[in-house]
């Protein structure tokens, strides 16, 4: 017979999310988020960057729509990439979800991701694609875990050979200081993955933990290591892929301001998109608000001999694209999607396991 295993997921699975979006846009600790890092830049931009805003809107009004075009087209061929790659993953586990939901999905939790800090956007992907395909939650964010970490080292292992090519004849001590923070991050992503493999459900039922917690992390583990070795080279080149679009975007926003003069490169948008990415991954702020951006314009500034002036255009453009679009276009998406009203469809197989 066919026992029905009670899921336990990281969120409630029976109507709502923990949190409806419009609450979280309402909570204080949100709009300070949101608002400080924006005070900030403007601060820093004015009192230390000396930016001139007038001459700023004029370079960014003088800029290539073709090119901007296609900066706005390769970046946006990064979600159906990314769609497709959540959607091996999820079947690896044991789940029937099409390209399309899964690209939907993810296209939404990235507005939550632009809108409120701590990476809710994860969480509440989770919640839809439970509500909508009927994906054990818990077993699902197990596959986002291991996309993060999917991304974790291409980030790093990207930047690290474009930052290697961008800098062969010399690296100065902030480049030596990057490069070692990026070994740092993929040790530490090694030990922990060793450790969860063949610790991780020891270590869980050893603690004083309630059960529920111990069938939420085994769903969260069988969703974490269920990729097929067969499935691991197509996942690498997908991610390899997907953070390409990245680099294309920021190279692209470069040549459409027109800045002919910097010696950037294919290899050094790469080195700084990766860069940025990465401080995304800090969830203090919505999308990494503040922290990217004086990070890439520190980085342009000090390693690439940017002026100050066309650091804060190319960044300025950049994140118009890469965030403001998505909060746009993402809200369409968030109000016409069916996924969002809570309709659920029957469940998978990933919903019930087999008992003697």
Not at 208 to 226: C, K
Not at 236 to 257: H, S
Not at 309 to 316: G, M, P, R, S, Y
Request: proline share 6%; aromatic share 10%.
């Amino acid at each position: 017979m066919t026992e029905q295993i009670p899921d336990y997921p990281l969120v409630h699975e029976e109507s709502e999310p923990p949190s409806p979006l419009s609450k979280r846009l309402r909570d204080p600790r949100t709009i300070v988020a949101i608002a400080l890092p924006l005070v900030m830049l403007v601060l820093v931009a004015v009192l230390v960057g000396n930016i001139n805003f007038a001459l700023l809107f004029e370079v960014i009004s003088q800029a290539n729509p073709v090119l901007l075009l296609a900066a706005f087209g390769v970046y946006y061929l990064g979600f159906p990439l990314r769609g497709y790659r959540w959607t091996i993953l999820l079947r690896s586990a044991g789940a029937n979800i099409s390209v399309r939901d899964s690209t939907e999905i993810i296209f939404i939790s990235w507005l939550v991701n632009c809108l409120v800090p701590a990476k809710l956007g994860d969480v509440y992907r989770a919640y839809l694609v439970k509500v909508s395909n009927g994906v054990s939650a818990s077993l699902a964010f197990g596959t986002i875990f291991i996309e993060r970490v999917f991304d974790l080292f291409a980030i790093v292992l990207l930047g690290l050979a474009a930052g290697f090519w961008s800098f062969r004849n010399g690296m100065s001590p902030e480049v030596q200081l990057v490069f070692a923070i990026g070994i740092v991050v993929i040790v530490a992503l090694s030990i922990g993955l060793f450790i969860i493999r063949n610790f991780g459900s020891r270590i869980i039922r050893r603690l004083p933990l309630p059960h529920r917690v111990v069938e939420f992390y085994d769903r969260f583990e069988e969703g974490l290591f269920s990729i097929s070795a067969r499935n691991l080279p197509w996942l690498a080149i997908l991610t390899g892929l997907i953070w390409a679009t990245e680099a294309m975007r920021l190279y692209l926003v470069i040549q459409a301001l027109g800045f002919t003069d910097i010696q950037l490169g294919i290899s050094g948008a790469f080195f700084v998109a990766l860069i940025a990415s990465l401080l995304t991954a800090v969830p203090f702020t919505p999308a990494g608000l503040g922290l990217v951006e004086l990070g890439v314009a520190g980085i342009l500034v000090a390693i690439y001999n940017v002026p100050q002036q066309d650091a804060a255009a190319i960044v300025l453009v950049d994140r118009a694209i890469s965030v403001l679009s998505v909060i746009v276009f993402g809200s369409i998406v968030w109000v016409l999607s069916d996924k969002t009203k809570g309709s659920r469809q029957a469940p998978t197989p990933a919903e019930t396991t087999a008992t003697p």
